[in-house]
DNA sequence: GTGGCTTCATAGTA
DNA sequence: CTACTATGAAGCCA
């Protein structure tokens, strides 16, 4: 594989220069990351990310097999040093057709920035663009639950692809840290985005307890489509053609809008801060016009993240109805429309549940079900409860509680190891730092410590590192961090589930337990439900940000398949943790990533999980168990367990293990 | 079509 | 931990 700037040539004739749309600065004009041997070593020839054209997930099982005619915005990091010698800016790649006519803003880097607004996409492109992800006018204006679910892993992949490369300060635009927005922006004005039509009640696609953690987010999939302001509605559809009605409302507590009942929502209206009296318009006009016509109105409720204190949570919470309107005085002196919302009975529960798990959390309501208050008997630092509401069964089989991994024999990888010289933290960007330099120059994780990127093997900071405990280049090895539940099913056994809100992207848990080789697991009789093992054949999936030409996407290798430098095989039959009681789904919301840090001087390499999307509370963890290998070329494991798939995913396989 | 205006955002800093 | 502020973008509206 070729790396660099070589891969150019291989775009399609009349590409446009697609730093324009992200306005990328080349800022990496250092020598080649990896120094000659590490490489060889470790790497096997594989070269870092190239420069590829656009090509996000799911476009492979796209209508069109063509190769795209106009390439996608902005690949990150289109710019990198090749392999041979340094880049200059005078290698990036030109503008090739007419409409990119300020290239003189590349050349000269130190002008200044705030005379010229981002050009945006022309409209051409946005249609090419969004068909390479299967969105076509009818998706743009209708949803459904598979491409939201789609566009939301786009916007984080992309989002925590640019938060990557702001940390590292090979991309500036701006002095904002907003990746969301830029985000949001590439994606808004190349139309991949859903439920563009405004209406009136529930949307295709979103479920009522989808959670968000940006309000770009909420406009992706169309569920409130302004990017600040708390009511969305549209002109059209009132008894009177000039009426505005209230579509969605979003309660952020920017006012206090809470209510005992949490069926009950009081909502302020807007504007009016200044101290002057709010008027009728807007907004207010349509809330007033939803509360005469009785229409129903999305209520999103944002909440403070518990994780993250400076970022918020939106639940989306079902539909509720407008019932009275009032005007109080406010803070400031002027008047504020008051709006109070009642909740259309019948819905699943969101909003309520969550309100109930804080009750819970606090010790202030008891757990009905509850069985243990921590299942690891301290061995976590967060208590791991155990819960049945569902039948008698008093307790899972017996196991001893580790929380993390026991192996009598090392597990030697096939490179050298190293650890960094880092003062005080890794500082995403310093190639200085060898661990970073092993993560092929990448942080693996951003600041709040999440997972940017799927990679065959994430090297984190060791024992013998520098570094400080604190390093942010730790995440798999400081324990867990949500409270996680093991409750039983109701048709699985039992299974794992967290009361807290988990984002996309973060760390859940390690697969605890013995680390073991094929003989023992012969020994054992082949019928372990507790092994997991890396050998098994796993279904691949796009989640990195990762633009692809068509050909290479189509090729075996991806940097998101596995490639682990031995397998690795853990039971967790006797000990374990939390996660041996993560069951399969064939639609799964967790994956599993190799990390490999040093402990006593061995490389070790453990299997992390996380989240592949937002997970709601109480929503069951679940990943891809794979399926054994029939042939024999790792060891002769046929007569194993196989059970019925009860995961009720569209795209079940029907049997696992 | 366009530019102004409003807005229950965010992240970073004090 | 809260307050403050700089930057920001979607969509309504004139």
Request: glycine share 8%; with cysteine.
């Amino acid at each position: 594989m070729q790396g660099g700037l070589g891969q150019n040539s291989n775009l399609p004739s009349g590409s446009i220069d697609k730093t324009r749309v992200l306005d990328v600065k080349p800022l990496r004009t250092l020598d080649p990351v990896f120094p000659n041997s590490a490489r060889a070593t470790t790497f096997d020839g594989a070269c870092p990310t190239g420069f590829y054209s656009f090509f996000p997930f799911g476009a492979s099982q796209g209508p069109q097999a063509s190769p795209p005619k106009v390439p996608m915005p902005a690949p990150l990091r289109s710019f990198r040093s090749s392999d041979t010698g340094e880049a200059t800016p005078a290698e990036f790649p030109v503008a090739s057709n007419g409409e990119n006519t300020d290239s003189h803003d590349r050349a000269a880097p130190n002008k200044s920035r705030s005379s010229k607004k981002k050009p945006k996409i022309s409209q051409d492109l946005q249609i090419d663009v969004s068909s390479l992800l299967g969105i076509g006018k009818n998706e743009r204006e209708d949803g459904n639950r598979e491409l939201v679910n789609l566009l939301l892993m786009t916007f984080d992949a992309l989002r925590r692809r640019i938060g990557q490369l702001e940390d590292s300060k090979e991309l500036t635009l701006g002095l904002s840290k907003r990746a969301d927005m830029r985000a949001g922006n590439i994606l808004m004005s190349a139309g991949i985005r859903t439920n563009l039509r405004k209406r009136i009640g529930a949307v295709p696609g979103v479920e009522i307890g989808d959670i968000f953690f940006f309000r770009l987010e909420l406009c992706i999939v169309g569920l409130h489509s302004q990017s600040m302001g708390g009511i969305d509605y549209t002109n059209m559809g009132g008894k009177n053609e000039s009426d505005p009605l209230a579509l969605a409302i979003v309660s952020s507590g920017k006012y206090n809008d809470n209510a005992e009942d949490s069926d009950i929502l009081i909502y302020s209206g807007q504007g009016g801060d200044k101290g002057d009296d709010q008027k009728l318009e807007r907004g207010n006009l349509a809330l007033d016009r939803s509360l005469r016509q009785k229409t129903d109105v999305r209520v999103i409720r944002g909440m403070k993240d518990q994780m993250n204190s400076t970022s918020k949570v939106y639940i989306y919470d079902g539909l509720y109805k407008i019932q009275d309107s009032w005007v109080e005085k406010g803070k400031s002196g002027g008047g504020v429309f008051k709006y109070k919302l009642v909740r259309v009975p019948g819905q699943p529960r969101a909003f309520a549940a969550w309100k109930s798990i804080e009750k819970w959390k606090g010790g202030i309501a008891s757990r009905t079900g509850l069985i243990l208050a921590d299942l690891s008997s301290g061995a976590e630092k967060i208590p791991v409860s155990l819960v049945n509401d569902f039948d008698d069964e008093k307790a899972p089989g017996y196991f001893t509680y580790l929380h993390s991994l026991r192996y009598s024999k090392s597990f030697i990888v096939s490179h050298p190891y190293d650890f960094c010289n880092c003062q005080k933290d890794c500082i995403p960007g310093d190639l200085n730092c060898s661990c970073i330099r092993r993560n092929e120059g990448d942080f693996p994780y951003t600041g709040n410590g999440i997972l940017v990127s799927r990679k065959k093997l994430v090297y984190e900071c060791g024992l013998s590192c520098q570094c400080s405990p604190n390093c942010k280049n730790r995440v798999s090895q400081t324990g867990l961090k949500y409270r996680m539940e093991v409750f039983k099913t109701k048709d699985r056994g039992w299974g794992l589930r967290s009361l807290d809100p988990i984002r996309a992207g973060t760390f859940i848990c390690e697969y605890a337990g013995e680390v073991i080789d094929r003989a023992r697991v012969r020994w054992n009789g082949n019928n372990d439900e507790y092994v997991f093992d890396t050998t098994r054949i796993y279904q691949p999936f796009k989640w990195n940000y990762e633009p692809k030409l068509l050909e290479e996407a189509s090729s075996n290798d991806s940097s998101e398949d596995y490639d682990i430098p031995s397998p690795v095989i853990i039971s967790a039959k006797n000990v374990g943790n939390v996660a041996r009681f993560m069951n399969h789904s064939c639609s799964p919301n967790v994956f599993w990533q190799p990390v490999l840090y040093e402990e006593n001087n061995q490389p070790v390499v453990h299997i992390s999980f996380f989240a592949l999307r937002h997970i709601p509370p109480l929503t069951e963890l679940t990943y891809d168990y794979g399926a054994a290998r029939s042939d024999s070329t790792v060891g002769h494991i046929a007569p194993r367990w196989k059970k019925k798939c009860l995961c009720a995913s569209s795209k079940c396989r029907g049997s696992f293990g």
